[in-house]
C-alpha cells in the first residue's frame, strides 16, 4: 500500500502542492526535450534519404562543435569560425559522398549503416589528432549567447528560465520549422523520399544520388554544429557528448524514424518524461534515472505503436 | 556484323545503337561482342532465355552497368559508356524487371516523380508555392493527369503504391517513365506475371504509347505471343550473345533461336 501511494498518488500531491517546482521541472524537460528533438531530426534526414541509422550523427555533434572551438581558439573570430564550420560540414558531407556513399549504391542497407560505424570511429580518430582529447568551453560571448537566468516570482514561488535555454528553444524551433518546410515543399524534397524509397528508380528518372545525398548530409552537419553549440554551452565539448546524441533513440522509436514533426514531438515527450520521471519518482530507486527512464518510455511506446507516432505505416503485401 | 538473316526491316533513322559491347561480372560473361540498334519510332524486342544477358542489356544502355568494351552511340554521340543521369536527361526512361516505385508515396507523386528532370524553378519559389513555381507544378500536373487518363488509373492516383495490387503498380511504374517524355523508353518484361487480361491492357497501353506519343520502346518479354505482336524487330540473345536479329517471322524461322528455345539434339 505504502509503496502504491508513493508511486501513484505522491508524486501528483507534490506537483499540486508546489506548483513552482513542476513548471520550473517542466521547462528544464521541455528544453532538454527540443535539444533531443534537435539531435533526432539529424538522424530522421539521413533515415529518410538513404533508410539508413546514421550512427555518426553523434559524432557529427562532437566534431561540429570541436571545430567551432579550435577555429575560435587558433584567434579567429567567433563568426569567422562559425562560418568556417559550415563550410567544413559541408566538406564532411562532400566527401562521405564520394569516399563513403557513392562506391555503395545499391548495396543493402545493412552495409550503409555499418560504413556509418567506419565513419564514426574516423571522426574521433581525426577530431583527437587535430583538436586533442580535452574537453573544451563553447564559445558564447562571441556569438552573443546570453548568460544568467530570468527569475519569475510566480505560482508561490519562484521560476527560473536560463537565458541559453530560452535562445536555444527558440533557435531549435526555428531551424525544425525551416526544414521541414524545405524538405517537405520542395522537389528536393520530393527528390529526397524518392532516394529513400529505391536507388535505381531514384536514378531511372534523373534524380541525382550524389546531389541529394550531399545536401542531407550537409543539413545533417548544419543540424550538428546547432545543437553541438548548445549542448556545449550546456555542460562543454568534450567527445561525452556523443553519448547524449544515443539518446535521440528512443525519440525516434518514439516519433517515426521518418517524421520530421515525430522527431519533436518524440523529443517533447522524452525531455519531458525524462525530467518529470527523475524529479518526482527518482528518488525511489535512489536517482539516476535519466540514464535509462527515455528508453522505458520508448518501450512502452512500442508495444502499441511499434511504427512510432508519426512514422509511416509499414505496408507489406504478401 | 549482322547475324545471319536479319535484313533491314523498319526504316527510320538509328536512335540509339550498340557496338560490339561487351560485359562480364568477374569470370562471368554476361554480354559478349553485342551489336544492334534501335531505329525511331519503332518497338524492338530484346528476347532469350533466361541469363541470356537481356536486363544487363538494358542497364548498359541506361547506365547502370558501364561495359567492359564497346561503344555506345546515342542520338549520334557515341561513348564508351552512358551514367545514369546522361541517359536520364538524354532522354531514356525505363521500367524495372521487379516493380521499383517509390512505395511510400501515391501514384500520383510517383508519376509526378518522372516529372524531376523537367522541373527548373529554384527552391525559394517552391518554399512559397508561388509565382513561377506554382505555375510550373500546375503545368506538370496537368500533362501528369494526361498520363493518369492515358493509363486509365484515375481512382488509384491518391493510394500510396505499397497498397496497389501488382498489375497495377506495373501500370504505375509506366506512368512514371512517359512523364518524362522519354524518345526512347526501356521496358523490362512489362507483362511478367501478369494474368491475360492485363497482358492485354498492358500491350495496348505499349502499343498506344508507341502510336500517340511517338516515343521509341524497347522491351524485354517472355511471352512469345506478345514479342510476336508487338514488335517491330525482335534481337534474340542466349548466353550473352546475338543469335539472331530480324522482323519477328524471321527470328521464329531462324534455327539458331529454335536451337536455343527448345535445345538441341545430342
Same mark, same amino acid.
Given at each position: 500500500?505504502?509503496?502504491?501511494?508513493?508511486?501513484?498518488?505522491?508524486?501528483?500531491?507534490?506537483?499540486?502542492?508546489?506548483?513552482?517546482?513542476?513548471?520550473?521541472?517542466?521547462?528544464?524537460?521541455?528544453?532538454?526535450?527540443?535539444?533531443?528533438?534537435?539531435?533526432?531530426? !539529424?538522424?530522421?534526414?539521413?533515415?529518410?534519404?538513404?533508410?539508413?541509422?546514421?550512427?555518426?550523427?553523434?559524432?557529427?555533434?562532437?566534431?561540429?562543435?570541436?571545430?567551432?572551438?579550435?577555429?575560435?581558439?587558433?584567434?579567429?573570430?567567433?563568426?569567422? *569560425?562559425?562560418?568556417?564550420?559550415?563550410?567544413?560540414?559541408?566538406?564532411?558531407?562532400?566527401?562521405?559522398?564520394?569516399?563513403?556513399?557513392?562506391?555503395?549504391?545499391?548495396?543493402?542497407?545493412?552495409?550503409?549503416?555499418?560504413?556509418?560505424?567506419?565513419?564514426?570511429?574516423? @571522426?574521433?580518430?581525426?577530431?583527437?589528432?587535430?583538436?586533442?582529447?580535452?574537453?573544451?568551453? $563553447?564559445?558564447?560571448?562571441?556569438?552573443?549567447?546570453?548568460?544568467?537566468?530570468?527569475?519569475?516570482?510566480?505560482?508561490?514561488?519562484?521560476?527560473?528560465?536560463?537565458?541559453?535555454?530560452?535562445?536555444?528553444?527558440?533557435?531549435?524551433?526555428?531551424?525544425?520549422?525551416? #526544414?521541414?518546410?524545405?524538405?517537405?515543399?520542395?522537389?528536393?524534397?520530393?527528390?529526397?523520399?524518392?532516394?529513400?524509397?529505391?536507388? +535505381?528508380?531514384?536514378?531511372?528518372?534523373?534524380? +541525382?544520388?550524389? %546531389?541529394?545525398?550531399?545536401?542531407?548530409?550537409?543539413?545533417?552537419?548544419?543540424?550538428?554544429?546547432?545543437?553541438?553549440?548548445?549542448?556545449?554551452?550546456?555542460?562543454?565539448?568534450?567527445?561525452?557528448?556523443?553519448?547524449?546524441?544515443?539518446?535521440?533513440?528512443?525519440?525516434?522509436?518514439?516519433?517515426?524514424?521518418?517524421?520530421?514533426?515525430?522527431?519533436?514531438?518524440?523529443?517533447?515527450?522524452?525531455?519531458? !518524461?525524462?525530467?518529470?520521471? =527523475?524529479?518526482?519518482?527518482?528518488?525511489?530507486?535512489?536517482?539516476?534515472?535519466?540514464?535509462?527512464?527515455?528508453?522505458?518510455?520508448?518501450?512502452?511506446? @512500442?508495444?502499441?505503436?511499434?511504427?512510432?507516432?508519426?512514422?509511416?505505416?509499414?505496408?507489406?503485401?504478401? | $556484323?549482322?547475324?545471319?538473316?536479319?535484313?533491314?526491316? *523498319?526504316?527510320? =533513322?538509328?536512335?540509339?545503337?550498340? =557496338?560490339?559491347?561487351? #560485359?562480364?561480372?568477374?569470370?562471368?560473361?554476361?554480354?559478349?561482342?553485342?551489336?544492334?540498334?534501335?531505329?525511331?519510332?519503332?518497338?524492338?524486342?530484346?528476347?532469350?532465355?533466361?541469363?541470356? !544477358?537481356?536486363?544487363?542489356?538494358?542497364?548498359?544502355?541506361?547506365?547502370?552497368? %558501364?561495359?567492359?568494351?564497346?561503344?555506345?552511340?546515342?542520338?549520334? =554521340?557515341?561513348?564508351?559508356?552512358?551514367?545514369?543521369?546522361?541517359?536520364?536527361?538524354?532522354?531514356?526512361?525505363?521500367?524495372?524487371?521487379?516493380?521499383?516505385?517509390?512505395?511510400?508515396?501515391?501514384?500520383?507523386?510517383?508519376? /509526378?516523380?518522372?516529372?524531376?528532370?523537367?522541373?527548373?524553378?529554384?527552391?525559394?519559389?517552391?518554399?512559397?508555392?508561388?509565382?513561377? *513555381?506554382?505555375?510550373?507544378?500546375?503545368?506538370?500536373?496537368?500533362?501528369?493527369?494526361?498520363?493518369?487518363?492515358?493509363?486509365?488509373?484515375?481512382?488509384?492516383?491518391?493510394?500510396?503504391?505499397?497498397?496497389?495490387?501488382?498489375?497495377?503498380?506495373?501500370?504505375?511504374?509506366?506512368?512514371?517513365? #512517359?512523364? /518524362?517524355?522519354?524518345?526512347?523508353?526501356?521496358?523490362?518484361?512489362?507483362?511478367?506475371?501478369?494474368?491475360?487480361?492485363?497482358?492485354?491492357?498492358?500491350?495496348?497501353?505499349?502499343?498506344?504509347?508507341?502510336?500517340?506519343?511517338?516515343?521509341?520502346?524497347?522491351?524485354?518479354?517472355?511471352?512469345?505471343?506478345?514479342? $510476336?505482336?508487338?514488335?517491330?524487330?525482335?534481337?534474340?540473345?542466349?548466353?550473352?550473345?546475338?543469335?539472331?536479329?530480324?522482323?519477328?517471322?524471321?527470328?521464329?524461322?531462324?534455327? *539458331?533461336?529454335?536451337?536455343?528455345?527448345?535445345?538441341?539434339?545430342?
Amino acid at each position: 500500500m505504502e509503496l502504491l501511494y508513493q508511486i501513484f498518488v505522491d508524486p501528483f500531491v507534490q506537483m499540486a502542492t508546489a506548483p513552482d517546482l513542476f513548471v520550473q521541472t517542466l521547462w528544464e524537460g521541455l528544453v532538454g526535450g527540443m535539444l533531443y528533438a534537435l539531435i533526432a531530426l !539529424g538522424f530522421v534526414l539521413i533515415f529518410k534519404a538513404s533508410g539508413v541509422f546514421n550512427f555518426a550523427q553523434g559524432i557529427m555533434v562532437v566534431f561540429a562543435a570541436l571545430t567551432l572551438v579550435g577555429l575560435y581558439d587558433a584567434g579567429l573570430p567567433a563568426f569567422l *569560425a562559425l562560418g568556417l564550420t559550415i563550410v567544413v560540414m559541408f566538406l564532411l558531407a562532400f566527401t562521405v559522398e564520394r569516399a563513403v556513399l557513392r562506391p555503395l549504391v545499391n548495396q543493402p542497407d545493412i552495409i550503409l549503416f555499418m560504413a556509418t560505424f567506419g565513419i564514426t570511429y574516423f @571522426l574521433i580518430g581525426f577530431g583527437e589528432f587535430v583538436f586533442g582529447g580535452d574537453p573544451k568551453v $563553447m564559445v558564447t560571448d562571441g556569438l552573443f549567447l546570453p548568460k544568467g537566468a530570468i527569475t519569475y516570482k510566480a505560482l508561490g514561488g519562484i521560476v527560473q528560465l536560463q537565458k541559453l535555454d530560452i535562445v536555444a528553444a527558440v533557435t531549435a524551433t526555428i531551424m525544425v520549422a525551416a #526544414l521541414g518546410i524545405f524538405f517537405s515543399k520542395t522537389r528536393i524534397g520530393r527528390a529526397l523520399r524518392a532516394v529513400a524509397d529505391s536507388h +535505381s528508380a531514384a536514378l531511372s528518372v534523373g534524380i +541525382s544520388l550524389e %546531389q541529394i545525398w550531399v545536401i542531407v548530409w550537409f543539413a545533417a552537419g548544419l543540424v550538428a554544429l546547432v545543437t553541438g553549440i548548445f549542448w556545449g554551452a550546456r555542460s562543454d565539448v568534450s567527445f561525452a557528448l556523443e553519448v547524449i546524441a544515443l539518446k535521440a533513440l528512443p525519440v525516434l522509436i518514439l516519433g517515426g524514424f521518418t517524421s520530421i514533426p515525430g522527431a519533436i514531438v518524440g523529443g517533447l515527450i522524452i525531455g519531458i !518524461g525524462e525530467k518529470l520521471g =527523475e524529479f518526482y519518482w527518482g528518488p525511489l530507486v535512489g536517482g539516476g534515472t535519466d540514464a535509462w527512464f527515455a528508453y522505458v518510455i520508448a518501450l512502452v511506446f @512500442l508495444l502499441f505503436r511499434p511504427q512510432g507516432l508519426f512514422g509511416e505505416t509499414i505496408i507489406e503485401r504478401v | $556484323m549482322r547475324a545471319p538473316g536479319g535484313p533491314e526491316v *523498319a526504316a527510320g =533513322e538509328v536512335l540509339l545503337s550498340v =557496338e560490339n559491347v561487351s #560485359l562480364s561480372f568477374g569470370g562471368v560473361k554476361a554480354v559478349s561482342d553485342v551489336s544492334f540498334d534501335i531505329r525511331k519510332g519503332e518497338i524492338r524486342a530484346i528476347i532469350g532465355p533466361n541469363g541470356a !544477358g537481356k536486363t544487363s542489356m538494358l542497364n548498359i544502355i541506361n547506365g547502370f552497368y %558501364q561495359p567492359q568494351q564497346g561503344r555506345i552511340t546515342f542520338k549520334g =554521340e557515341a561513348r564508351a559508356k552512358m551514367r545514369p543521369h546522361e541517359a536520364a536527361t538524354g532522354g531514356i526512361a525505363r521500367t524495372f524487371q521487379n516493380v521499383a516505385l517509390f512505395r511510400g508515396m501515391t501514384a500520383l507523386d510517383n508519376i /509526378m516523380a518522372g516529372r524531376t528532370l523537367k522541373m527548373h524553378s529554384n527552391f525559394f519559389w517552391q518554399l512559397l508555392r508561388h509565382g513561377p *513555381a506554382m505555375q510550373e507544378e500546375v503545368e506538370h500536373r496537368r500533362s501528369v493527369e494526361e498520363i493518369i487518363d492515358f493509363l486509365k488509373i484515375q481512382e488509384i492516383r491518391r493510394v500510396p503504391v505499397g497498397r496497389l495490387p501488382y498489375g497495377l503498380q506495373k501500370r504505375v511504374e509506366l506512368g512514371r517513365a #512517359l512523364a /518524362m517524355e522519354p524518345e526512347l523508353l526501356l521496358l523490362d518484361e512489362p507483362m511478367a506475371g501478369m494474368n491475360l487480361e492485363e497482358k492485354e491492357d498492358m500491350s495496348r497501353f505499349v502499343l498506344d504509347a508507341n502510336d500517340y506519343f511517338g516515343t521509341t520502346i524497347a522491351l524485354i518479354e517472355h511471352d512469345m505471343g506478345v514479342v $510476336m505482336d508487338l514488335s517491330d524487330r525482335v534481337v534474340v540473345l542466349d548466353h550473352g550473345i546475338k543469335i539472331a536479329d530480324g522482323t519477328p517471322d524471321e527470328v521464329k524461322r531462324n534455327q *539458331a533461336v529454335i536451337d536455343a528455345y527448345l535445345g538441341v539434339a545430342h
